[in-house]
């Protein structure tokens, strides 16, 4: 006998933090298909971290199972070795789109409007799909990308709106489809970091990303020694 499965129907109504984070996740790790036989849609998302996707499924109440796709060389190409969610509820998919989700999303998704307080957790959770760091000795830089124009300009524009510097859109000539992004040096990062793990919650983390800036900043800005593992697991408890 198939499984029933359940959601939280009301998460996209009784909006908060959570929601925000896991917004950002689909709108970055998420795909929006057509059955092909039935025209009903699904949603699809996508990470190599496992626990970024219980965390999804823990946002929504659900029961999902979690697949995981086997990495695979395919013509000289790695491919797989991801985990992912497969979202067919109408209701929540209604209520993504009304948000800006779109089929072919990655030319075409629209920064949604929240309330002001919910952006950094929405844009931790891009954060989490489309964010990069690169560290080298004594430097870091953080960067966003984004196959829309319209989305990653929408993006720039608010993070300039809380202190981050002014950026140029740059186009990454190095990917099949065009691809944008924005990029900042060593003291627009660290307001990065104060602006998006602002009253994070044990489901809006990213630990990866996470953890490297709060080793740069402690380490190389502020000039505290490297802590021990113990102690910097105490200090980042409150994320899990």
């Not at 298909?33 to 971290?49: H, L």
């Not at 931790?124 to 960067?143: D, P």
Request: overall charge negative.
């Amino acid at each position: 006998m198939k499984e029933f499965i359940y959601y939280d129907f009301d998460v996209f109504d009784d909006f908060d933090c959570d929601t925000a984070f896991l917004l950002g996740m689909i709108f970055t790790d998420g795909s929006l298909y057509e059955y092909s036989n039935t025209g009903k849609q699904f949603i699809r998302i996508i990470n190599k971290n496992k626990y970024l996707i219980e965390n999804c499924r823990d946002i929504l109440k659900s029961n999902l199972e979690i697949h995981f796709v086997k990495e695979r060389e395919y013509n000289g190409i790695k491919q797989g070795g991801f985990y992912y969610l497969h979202i067919s509820n109408e209701d929540i998919i209604d209520e993504l789109i009304e948000f800006g989700m779109c089929e072919k999303k990655n030319s075409n998704i629209k920064f949604p409007y929240l309330p002001d307080e919910l952006y950094p957790h929405f844009i931790r959770g891009l954060w989490a799909g489309s964010g990069s760091i690169a560290l080298s000795k004594n430097a870091i830089a953080s960067a966003f990308s984004s196959c829309s124009f319209e989305f990653i300009l929408d993006l720039e524009k608010q993070l300039n709106k809380i202190g981050l510097t002014k950026r140029n859109i740059n186009t990454n000539k190095h990917t099949k489809t065009e691809n944008f992004y924005i990029k900042y040096s060593v003291n627009d990062t660290k307001k990065l970091y104060d602006y998006i793990y602002k009253n994070v919650t044990p489901l809006t983390i990213y630990k990866l990303h996470q953890e490297k800036l709060f080793s740069f900043f402690e380490e190389k800005i502020m000039k505290i020694p490297k802590r021990s593992e113990e102690h910097t697991s105490e200090l980042q408890s409150p994320e899990g």
